[in-house]
């Protein structure tokens, strides 16, 4: 009676002790939400928008941010979209409607995937062949885990999701001062004919590590026919401008939509499996951690393609297998949950320096944000997918487990850049198998 009351009559009322007399600690903490802008009855379409417009904002954001900084340059635009991200969350916090919260979500979905996509493709170009692998599987995947798993803990002690929110932003600020540590990319500036700044960079690092650099980095001719090659503008169609890259293209944008799916869809079906909700994101999230040193020690060892399918394999066959276990083996069924996000993640993480060693560098951050922009499709289509266990509690699992078995497949008929210097040129791309 006291939820019929809180929910048609007077949610002025609502008291949270009251509430956890008859509800669970979880269902009192989302329909504490809900009820600030009474987000339920006629209205509680507007939940799961919220959410999708987040991801909307998130896919603007992967489609602008590769074409911004191969325009203006990794560094500024990484800063400018962190200020975006930092920014409007903490104005988040004083949200007075949801329509004015769901318009700063969007936008803090454009500035967060955006400066994580260009956070990563400055790493790439700026740090040597061994240790831009340990970048981009132990150091950006890793640190992103121990962000997802202080979540739940976060949430778990806080509440209030305003302070919550003010809790998840103050980390941001704290980035300020790495202004005057991260330099510009010298392949940027390379690739549009800024010789002597990138040249600074490079003595400069030479220095730092200890080694002598030659006297000329860059000969005469060689700039002048450079500067003939990246003087032109890259737009997102030169990423179709050859049948060869074309296919890469295609065959790209399915791989990471697909991949997203499974991933988002067993990170968002967390809450619907048996057991404690805190407990199982945490589980959600440390899995996630020897996913990534896994992925690592694979791209160290062996070519992307098999690495990639092969961990593809593992994830969507563990989750076609879930179907077979009986209804009561509640552990059994999280355990395979856990070992098909371990797979698929994995796969998602290398996906970033298999892309990023595909294109050549006047397009390659405009790639990795097109492929990311198609994997936030995926993210936007993965909340329906377990809206699907509504009618059939195996019906998520069988499609997501067929859909990463079939791109595993696929993959296998991608170049191979195991072992290849990263190109400079379009004539230097790998052709596609086959």
């Known amino acids: 009676r006291l939820v019929v009351n809180i929910l048609y009559y007077d949610s002025s009322s609502f008291d949270l002790n009251d509430c956890e007399m008859i509800l669970s600690n979880k269902e009192c903490y989302i329909l504490l ?18 959410t999708s417009l987040f991801f909307v904002g998130v896919l603007i954001g992967s489609f602008i941010s590769g074409q911004l900084s191969d325009r ?29 919260f769901t318009v700063l979500f969007l936008i803090v979905g454009m500035g967060q995937i955006s400066n994580y996509v260009v956070a990563f493709i400055l790493g790439t170009e700026i740090l040597g062949k061994s240790v831009r692998i340990i970048f981009s599987t132990l150091g950006v995947c890793i640190f992103f885990a121990i962000g997802y798993m202080l979540l739940p803990l976060f949430a778990y002690f806080i509440r209030d999701w305003r302070m919550l929110l003010l809790a998840l932003t103050v ?20 690739s549009q004919g800024r010789f002597k700044e990138a040249e600074i960079i490079i003595r400069k690092a030479a220095k730092t590590n200890g080694i002598v650099a030659p ?26 401008r050859t049948r060869n890259i074309a296919v890469i293209t295609v065959m790209s944008l399915l791989l990471w939509m697909l991949t997203s ?8 079906n967390t809450p619907n499996l048996h057991g404690n909700a805190y407990v199982n994101c945490f589980l959600s999230a440390i899995i996630e951690v ?5 992925a690592w020690l694979l791209l160290r060892t062996l070519p992307r393609r098999y690495s990639i399918s092969g961990t593809l394999f593992l994830g969507g066959g563990v989750i076609l297998f879930i179907q077979l276990v009986p209804t009561d083996f509640h552990i059994l069924s999280v355990f395979l949950v856990m070992l098909g996000k371990f797979g698929i993640t994995s796969a998602f993480s290398m996906l970033y320096v298999y892309t990023s060693e595909l294109y050549p560098t006047i397009v390659r951050n405009m790639a990795v944000g ?31 487990g067929s859909l990463t078995v079939l791109i595993g497949i696929l993959t296998l008929f991608l170049p191979e850049s195991y072992g290849n210097p990263l190109p400079e040129t379009f004539d230097q791309m790998l052709r596609v198998k086959g």
Not at 261 to 268: A, K, R
Not at 374 to 399: H, M
Request: proline share 6%.
């Open 290 to 294: 020897p996913a990534y040193v896994i």
């Open 33 to 50: 939400f809900l009820l600030q802008w009474n987000l339920v009855c006629d209205d509680d379409w507007k939940t799961p928008l919220t």
């Open 370 to 400: 097109a492929t990311s922009m198609s994997s936030r499709v995926g993210s936007i289509i993965a909340p329906y997918f377990v809206y699907l266990g509504a009618y059939d509690r195996f019906l998520p699992y069988i499609l997501m």
């Open 72 to 100: 203006f340059g990794r560094k500024s635009i990484l800063f400018a979209t962190m200020a975006v991200q930092t920014g409007f969350s903490f104005v988040q916090i004083f949200s007075t409607s949801w329509e004015m």
């Open 215 to 240: 006297a000329m980095l860059f000969d005469s001719t060689e700039m002048q026919d450079m500067k003939l090659q990246q003087q032109q503008k890259a737009y997102i169609l030169d990423l179709f």
């Open 261 to 268: 799916i499974g991933y988002f869809g067993l990170s968002l």
């Open 171 to 190: 980390p941001g600020v704290l980035c300020v001062p790495l202004w005057w540590v991260i330099p510009e990319s010298p392949r940027w500036l390379i």
